[in-house]
């Protein structure tokens, strides 16, 4: 049976089938310039690894990139360098004043009396240090008299006082002031601070009036110094019966400014 044919257009020779085997290939062919051919050549440049991306074409910079980048770091950089700076010295640096507890106070109107003998100081253990507020904390409280003829009610002048390294001494006097309320007090006058008449770094000021106690509902004055390295909380624990209305804030302050300035010592 004859194999059939696939149709061919008119004019065109019919293909016919053949066995010869294919010739075999020449490896001395030549390029046209004549030299040998060598086995392996690919006249096509070699492709890139499939796991390669070509890189776009880079458009051209805007030099006005490098001029707002300069302004923002001129401006953005310097504060932070600034707060950087700031911030390494506040917290660094060491304690300008520490804490004395004199025989008198306020040119021998109070006398010593008696400190707590270290308890308020033990009580701080564990709790010495702060990261934003203060470290190296130690406390010391003293009761002073105020020197009277005898048979009469005795004032005492009572300073909670703490040394040590105190960051940032405006917001440690403020809140000191506010933690008193923490302990049962209110304040019949409310702490603000106030610039004593002598002179000096205000105080934060205020009339307690305690709950309980031999002194309940008895108002009294109290103020706060903070500086850097000491704090100290300042109040008359056995005051004259007044209203909490007519005590002298400003007056007070003036007092308290003068026990700072003999209790808080300068180191040198």
Known sequence: ???????????????????DAPAAADDSAARPDGHPVPYNYNPYPPHQPYFAVPEPPRKPRNP???????LLLSVVGFPIYKIAGDYHHVYTRPPQYTLSTPKTLLGGDF?????????ADAAL????DDPLHYADLHATNA??????????QQET??????HGKVYVPDLDRR????????DGTTFAV???????????SPLTCGVAVARKGPNAGRPAPLCVWADDGTIALVYDNLAKPRAAGSVDLAAYATEVAAVRDQMAVRLS
């Open 1 to 19: 049976m004859s194999t059939p044919q696939p149709d061919v257009p008119a004019g065109q020779p019919t293909p016919t089938a053949t066995t």
């Open 64 to 70: 006005w990139v490098f001029v707002v980048a300069g």
């Open 111 to 119: 006398r010593l009396v008696t400190t707590d003998g270290g308890r």
């Open 125 to 128: 253990d564990g709790h010495r």
């Open 143 to 152: 009761y002073y008299a105020r020197v009277a003829p005898a048979g009469s």
């Open 157 to 162: 002048l009572v300073v909670d006082g703490f």
């Open 175 to 182: 809140q000191f002031a506010q933690a008193v309320g923490a």
């Open 190 to 200: 409310a702490p603000r601070d106030v610039t004593p008449s002598s002179g000096g």
